[in-house]
């Protein structure tokens, strides 16, 4: 099945600086890969996506790219702000099952 | 989402006892999953289901039991061969379909061992 790693596992920037969080695959048939971002004592929820077919994905502050001839992606937040302070997820659809498998997550911690 | 409903939001089990998480959808979503979270491991896989009356194991379904009788409703049974339950359960549904993955999560039970 899809094995899916994720880095780095804590992360702290100073409000206004970037943050890249890096994910790796192993089922090169995996073709749909979402970042989540879940706040402390709340339900994950799904902030960007990228599909197979396309490199790279932007939506405001954040971006996601996609190398598949590497197997990983990344998700890109510029201009960070207190706010963006959470756990983030990334995962890769299983096309064998058709269930995301989640990469172990990144706190990220925004210091003002 | 509003859509998406677990229960209880604490529940402690005893040694050598079953017991059993809720999960209900008014969202019309085909699919429905259980995912385990613990600290510094991510959302594992336990069960899910595409459809009503089937369901197939995930990455760590033991001791662990389901059943999908309803649309709506997707129970996780935790058993007494689950010798380490102590974890935040999070339900989670979608639609089928390419577009359609994008996950809604319930607000999670968390369970403990008293």
């Known amino acids: 099945g899809e094995n899916v790693e994720q880095h780095p596992s804590t992360l702290s920037v100073q409000e206004g600086d970037s943050a890249v969080i890096k994910c790796t695959y192993s089922d090169s048939a995996s073709n749909y890969f979402p970042w989540y971002k879940q706040e402390l004592g709340k339900r994950p929820q799904l902030i960007i996506d990228?599909?197979?077919?396309?490199g790279e994905k932007k939506d405001q502050r954040i971006a996601v790219t996609l190398n598949k001839t590497a197997k990983h992606f990344s998700l890109h937040i510029t201009e960070t702000q207190p706010e963006d302070s959470a756990v983030y997820f990334c995962a890769a659809q299983d096309t064998g099952r058709r269930a995301l498998t989640f990469g172990s997550g990144t706190r990220l911690q925004v210091q003002p | 989402d509003g859509g998406i409903t677990q229960s209880p939001k604490y529940l402690f089990r005893k040694e050598g006892q079953n017991v059993t998480l809720s999960c209900e959808q008014n969202l019309n979503h085909d699919a429905m999953y259980w995912y385990r979270q613990d600290p510094g491991q991510g959302l594992r896989l336990i069960y899910y289901?595409?459809?009503?009356?089937?369901?197939q194991k995930g990455d760590i379904a033991e001791g662990y039991s389901v059943s999908r009788e309803k649309k709506e409703s997707f129970p996780l049974t935790v058993t007494s061969a689950q010798k380490n339950p102590t974890a935040f359960y999070l339900c989670?549904?979608?639609?089928?379909?390419?577009?359609?993955?994008?996950?809604?999560f319930g607000s999670g039970t968390q369970l403990s061992v008293l």
């Open positions: 989670a549904s979608s639609l089928q379909g390419v577009g359609n993955e994008k996950l809604f």
């Open positions: 289901s595409q459809i009503v009356n089937d369901f």
């Open positions: 990228i599909r197979s077919n396309v």
